[in-house]
């Protein structure tokens, strides 16, 4: 008779919940598939008994479906069969190369458009990136998509969102609650990102420990921002004092994204904004990669794309000289 030996699989970096799915389902399925296994699920690990052959098998093929979860964010009956019918390793399998991650449930999260598609490509080459653009063309969706790849994939340990907290016709001091009350629902769009991408629960006890930080532009000042992925959205509303302290906040190992509209400035003088002036100051800088997003990148209602169009050429009509900079 062949000698039972136990292991103890160790599930870093990921919530056991997600993995076994909603009540238990996909951990009842590997279950079925081994049945001269005993399996014990103990938080972040699991307590496996039986034929030692067997038992060092299933903790391969284990492994490998963490790895896989921990890089595409999901996993699924199918994936199970697969991995364990003959082992899955993250690079096995299929991949959309305009995918950029996979979201809660499933939902794929890809670069739609030609401009989407080449921040993608430029990130690969260049530590700080700028993406300007009119409202709509996913330019501050995709690059908070890299970011939670870059996390998922463990290329740095934590993402920082933030936006300089400018009044865009409404007073923040009238509203209730202390600081935090006020801003959140300035900063709710980044929220809401998050939340196609990160599983609640999860996104929670980031929020709580730090791996993911939302905060107005001016608590960036004074820190140094190591092995993180920082986004700076709604940067048109900056000076260029302000986006030169953000943009010398980085620190090693981080990858920083700027995004921006310079059709929606909202400071009280619209030649204020830093953006377009950094953007010049650093273009050509080696490292530092530069997306201008148009009309054509318009990926919400179609009626979007319109709307955009009618005000530009409004603004066109009333200042000879175009678009106000």
Known sequence: ????????????????????????VYLEQIKSLHPTL????????????GPEADTQRFARRMEGLAAYYIKYGHVSAEVIDQCFAGGIAPDDAPVDKDVIVYGNNGTIVRARTVNQQRLVKLYDKNDLLFAVGPAGSGKTYTAIALAVRALKERQVRRIILTRPAVEAGEKLGFLPGDMKEKLDPY??????ALNDMIPPVKLQKFLEEGTVQIAPLAYMRGRTLDNAFVILDEAQNTTLSQIKMFLTRMGRSARFIVTGDVTQIDLPRKSDSGLVRSMGILRGVDGIGIVEFDKRDIVRHPLVKHIVEAFDRNVEKEEPGGPVK
């Open 187 to 192: 900063l709710q769009p980044l929220y809401d």
């Open 1 to 24: 008779m062949t000698e039972a030996v136990g292991k103890e699989i160790a599930l870093e970096g990921v919530d056991p919940r997600e993995l076994y799915g909603a009540q238990n």
């Open 38 to 49: 005993k399996i014990v699920a103990r938080g972040q690990s699991l307590k496996v008994l």
